[in-house]
Each structure stands twice: as C-alpha cells, then as structure tokens.
C-alpha cells in the first residue's frame, strides 16, 4: 500500500523521500534495492524495503522510550514511515564492537578482536569520493558542525550502541558494527536519523558458530553468501518476539 504522498524530495540508493502534508514531516519509502561498494554492485530482493522499515521502527522507537532523540514519528504503510524533517549532515558516523569489514582491510587489527571500548570513526558522506574516513582535523576543517555538536553526536552514537547492544543480546544477537546518520531539526536539535536495519548494520547470530552462516545483514549480499532475505527476515522476527507493534499513522 502506498501513503498519499507529496512530491519526492530526494532519491537515495535504497530509500526514496517525498513531502508529506506537514511543514515540518517528510514520508521514507524503504525500496527493495540493496547496492554495496558505491552501488557498483546492485539487486534488488523482493520485501527487504519492508522488513528494513519495519526493524527501524522498531529500534527507533526502542530508542525513543530510552530518551535518544530520533526523527521516527510513525509507521505510515509497510515500507514507508513519517519522519520528522531534518537537515541531514553529511557525516557516517560507524561504530565497532568486533573487528571486521574495512577495519581489517585498512589496518592490522586482526578479524574478529573484540575492540574495547567500541570504536567510533567519522566518514564524509559523499558516493563519488567514496565515502572517506575523516581524521579528526579533516573533520574540523569541513566545519559541518559544531564542536558541541560532534560531542552530542559522539555521545548519543556510543549510548545508541549501549542500547543496542544489550536489545540484540536479549536476541541472541551479536551487534558488530552501525553506520548512523543525524540530521538537525528547524528547531536547531540534533536528532538520530535515516535507518536501523540489517543494511546498516552488521548482526551475527549466537546461535550459530559457522562464521558465514551466522551473517544476518549486507554482508550476505557484499559477499555473495545466498540467503539475504532470510537472514533480514530472522532478524525482524526476533525483534516481533519480544516488542510490541510500532504505532501507525492515523
Ligand atoms: P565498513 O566495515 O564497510 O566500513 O562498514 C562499517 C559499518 O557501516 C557496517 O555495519 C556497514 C555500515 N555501512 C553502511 O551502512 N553504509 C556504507 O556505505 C558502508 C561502507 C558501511
Ligand atoms: N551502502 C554502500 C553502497 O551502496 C556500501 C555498503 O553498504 O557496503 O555502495
């Protein structure tokens, strides 16, 4: 089902943005387009857009009832939520847990070393200058935002990760690393933004010890590993097991 909608604001690689009949709310449509390393890669899988809204609706308002701030106002159909409107900073902020994915391409870190405490790196969000790590004098010359600003980020990422972190474990999940994104509302607040899913985050499953099999995020289609749709759809019926159903727009 689709939401009546306004027109579309803005295009991304796997959600579409439109105007909604509020100022101050936009409408996300979760497509089912995956694409990895700077969407050289692409496919879609039928109901990814759906599962990925609704395990973000979920986490958000998971978040929500935890104080952290976030754009999720409601669920309006199944692939498609009402947010609020934000002003997105052009900013990947990644955290890991576990060592793995570029971490391990770009250092000696071992796969697999527990990082403690978590590691928190900034990326510039950019697809045609691939998305490059930011040191943090680069980040400050950018002048994106604030010096007080990067603390509350740094601050509300490292408890998004607490969070997290102790939800999945009730799951049986291993939380492994999380790109988040914020954006500023026209109230000048920096909220949590764009999604929680298994395309934005790396989820392994304690229940199995194969280190493939275990892969229940992107990293099944990054590498090829069959069973996309499945492990997505794993992930959200453990989430359905212990919350209840996000709320919907009336
Ligand atoms: P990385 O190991 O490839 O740097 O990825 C770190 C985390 O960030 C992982 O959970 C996947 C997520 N991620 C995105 O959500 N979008 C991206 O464009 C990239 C590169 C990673
Ligand atoms: N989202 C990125 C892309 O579209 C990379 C990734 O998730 O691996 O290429």
Not at 112 to 126: H, I, Q, V
Not at 143 to 157: H, P, V, Y
Request: aromatic share 8%; charged share 30%.
């Amino acid at each position: 089902m689709k939401p009546k909608h306004g027109q579309l604001l803005y295009q991304g690689k796997a959600k579409r943005i439109f105007q909604s009949d509020f100022d101050d709310q936009v409408l996300v449509e979760f497509k089912n387009d995956a694409t990895a390393f700077n969407a050289l890669k692409h496919q879609e899988f039928e109901d990814k857009g759906r599962i990925n809204c609704q395990i973000s609706a979920h986490l958000f308002e998971m978040l929500e009832s935890q104080g952290v701030p976030n754009h999720y106002l409601s669920l309006a159909a199944d692939c498609w939520m009402v947010v609020e409107r934000v002003r997105i900073i052009p900013l990947e902020v990644v955290i890991r847990n576990i060592a793995t994915g570029s971490l391990c391409r770009e250092t000696p870190i071992k796969q697999g070393d527990e990082l403690l405490p978590p590691l928190l790196d900034f990326y510039y969000k950019d697809d045609q200058m691939g998305d490059p790590l930011l040191s943090e004098a680069r980040l400050e010359k950018l002048e994106l935002l604030s010096e007080k600003d990067r603390l509350e980020i740094e601050r509300i990422a490292f408890r998004v990760n607490l969070l997290l972190q102790s939800f999945f474990e009730k799951l049986d999940l291993t939380l492994v690393d999380f790109k988040l994104e914020f954006g500023i509302n026209n109230q000048g607040q920096i909220l949590l933004a764009d999604e929680i899913s298994p395309d934005t985050c790396r989820i392994w499953d304690k229940r199995i010890r194969d280190s493939k099999e275990r892969i229940l995020d992107k990293d099944r289609f990054r590498q090829d590993l069959g069973g996309v749709i499945n492990a997505y759809g794993e992930v959200l019926k453990r989430i359905q097991g212990v919350s209840s159903t996000p709320r919907i727009c009336s």
